[in-house]
């Protein structure tokens, strides 16, 4: 399995400041996410970050408020933007199996806390 | 649309029973599905998964699925439940035919094995 690092693990900010968190993976991968997991909830997917192209939001996430680099093939950013207390979740980013091209894998999430 | 529904909350067993956690589904042609486990202050963890084949799945940590396709349903079991199981698991699924690997996600069961 790909082994996932993302930094910082945890934060707190301020309203109206910005976070990028950064992921980074051990092998090239061609396909990442990014999926948010609000307090005791499931995860959704913001957005899915191809190496040589435009992210693909997902309805009710913006690029303006959400946006995404992936300037090669083992790493991608991830930037909250203009934070509000309802941004406070933690933030996983994935990548499809390499070897089997099903399942995937997670980082170890970044918790975010805006107040 | 696509969508996965894990009816139970929560689910209590004592260590050394056996442990059902229910997951059904709702996707166009065939379904490939998964299932992961979620420890507190971790990432996503990988147990199992349904391409194709035996409809019996052997995953990590002696955790087993069933699928059943005219029930629609990838049931998570373990034969003897160890109090190192609790933690919150989640099914998802994405169609076969699905080429942006997207998965969709239940909201989750907690597992919570007494000693």
């Known amino acids: 399995s790909a082994v996932i690092s993302q930094k910082p693990s945890r934060d707190i900010c301020q309203r109206g400041t910005s976070l990028t968190i950064q992921c980074q993976v051990d092998?090239?991968?061609?396909?990442m996410f990014w999926y948010r997991q609000q307090p005791g909830q499931s995860l959704t997917l913001i957005a899915t970050?191809?190496?040589?192209?435009?992210?693909?939001?997902e309805s009710g996430f913006v690029i303006d408020k959400f946006p995404i680099s992936r300037p090669n093939l083992t790493f991608s950013t991830l930037t909250v933007s203009n934070m509000s207390p309802e941004d406070s979740s933690i933030y996983l980013c994935?990548?499809?199996?390499?070897?089997?091209?099903?399942?995937?894998?997670f980082g170890p999430g970044t918790r975010l806390t805006v107040t | 649309a696509q969508s996965v529904a894990q009816p139970e909350d929560q689910v209590n067993v004592a260590e050394g029973n056996p442990l059902t956690v229910k997951c059904t589904y709702s996707?166009?042609?065939?379904?490939?599905l998964f299932w992961y486990v979620q420890y507190p202050n971790r990432g996503l963890q990988f147990l199992l998964k349904?391409?194709?084949?035996?409809?019996l799945v052997k995953g990590s940590y002696g955790f087993e699925a069933e699928f059943n396709k005219s029930q629609t349903s990838f049931h998570l079991k373990k034969p003897s439940a160890l109090v190192s199981d609790s933690a919150l698991y989640f099914c998802?699924?994405?169609?076969?035919?699905?080429?942006?690997?997207?998965?969709?996600f239940g909201s989750g069961t907690r597992l919570l094995v007494r000693p």
């Open positions: 349904y391409i194709t084949g035996d409809n």
């Open positions: 998802a699924v994405r169609g076969a035919r699905d080429s942006s690997y997207k998965l969709i």
């Open positions: 994935s990548v499809v199996s390499g070897r089997t091209g099903y399942e995937q894998y």
């Open positions: 970050a191809n190496q040589g192209s435009e992210a693909t939001y």
């Open positions: 996707v166009s042609g065939n379904p490939y």
């Open positions: 092998s090239q991968v061609t396909m």
